[in-house]
């Protein structure tokens, strides 16, 4: 019978994975990214202004229009922005990865799972 791998191992296993993708230049693009626009006063203002009208916005009851037309001119005039833009891509292509990379591992351990035969 096949010895099942022990938990230090899958975590070595993980810890391999994780330090993988942290290496990858696209999360280190992904970071720098973050790290600038975290920098940008214009980009961060922009977005904390955003989010508290969003939170009127809800506190309205989704009712005041003119709070729901003023978001969307705020976050229109945000992605105009071309840092902002840069940071909207590296986060979705990173995320599309890491994405497909939890999908294989849930495809391989169903496909594991739904194989598992106990011996008799």
Do not use: C, H, P, W
């Not at 292509?93 to 035969?117: A, Q, R």
């Amino acid at each position: 019978m096949e010895k099942l791998a022990s938990n230090e191992e899958v975590l070595e296993e993980v810890e391999k994975l994780v330090k993988s993708i942290k290496e990858s230049d696209k999360y280190r693009e992904y970071i720098s990214i973050r790290d600038e626009l975290k920098q940008d006063d214009e980009i961060i203002k922009k977005i904390s202004l955003i989010k508290k009208l969003q939170q009127d916005y809800v506190k309205s009851a989704y009712l005041d229009k003119a709070l729901e037309e003023k978001i969307a001119l705020e976050k229109e005039a945000l992605q105009k922005n071309t840092l902002y833009q840069k940071y909207l891509l590296s986060f979705k292509s990173l995320n599309n990865d890491l994405i497909m990379i939890k999908e294989g591992l849930n495809l391989v351990f169903t496909d594991l799972l739904n194989n598992f035969k106990i011996d008799k």
